[in-house]
């Protein structure tokens, strides 16, 4: 079992920045590959962007890319979404998600995830 925390979210004005964190605790951290998903009401969740076991291989969906930055630190078993320049859009809650793999390929569909954190709202005004 992999648990995940994620926190940071809050309520930010258009073109502000946020950073969030997902902690994972209970299994080898490095061995999952990590992922951010985010679901707006009324919609389906998507991916937002994920990273692979050594953080070396990243992928990013078209709305976020050249705004959103994945990271990871293994050592301190934590994946990072740091977020700019970010639009009302960009409003939905923002999970955190793993899966145990041993290939760079992201994964970018929710039925690949095994694990899943609480998620963290995002709210952005105009």
């Known amino acids: 079992q992999v648990q995940l925390v994620e926190s940071g979210g809050g309520l930010v004005q258009a073109g502000d920045s946020l950073r969030l964190s997902c902690a994972a605790s209970g299994r080898t951290f490095s061995n999952y590959m990590m992922a951010w998903f985010r679901q707006a009401p009324g919609k389906e969740r998507e991916f937002v962007s994920g990273?692979?076991?050594?953080?070396?291989?990243?992928d990013y969906s078209d709305p976020v890319k050249g705004r959103f930055t994945v990271s990871r630190d293994n050592a301190k078993n934590m994946v990072y979404l740091q977020m700019s320049s970010l639009k009302p859009e960009d409003t939905a809650v923002y999970y955190c998600?793993?899966?145990?793999?041993?290939?760079?390929?992201?994964?970018?569909?929710?039925?690949?995830?095994?694990?899943w954190g609480q998620g963290t709202q995002v709210t952005v005004s105009s």
């Open positions: 990273i692979s076991r050594s953080g070396g291989t990243t």
């Open positions: 998600a793993a899966v145990r793999r041993l290939y760079a390929l992201v994964a970018v569909t929710t039925s690949e995830y095994d694990y």
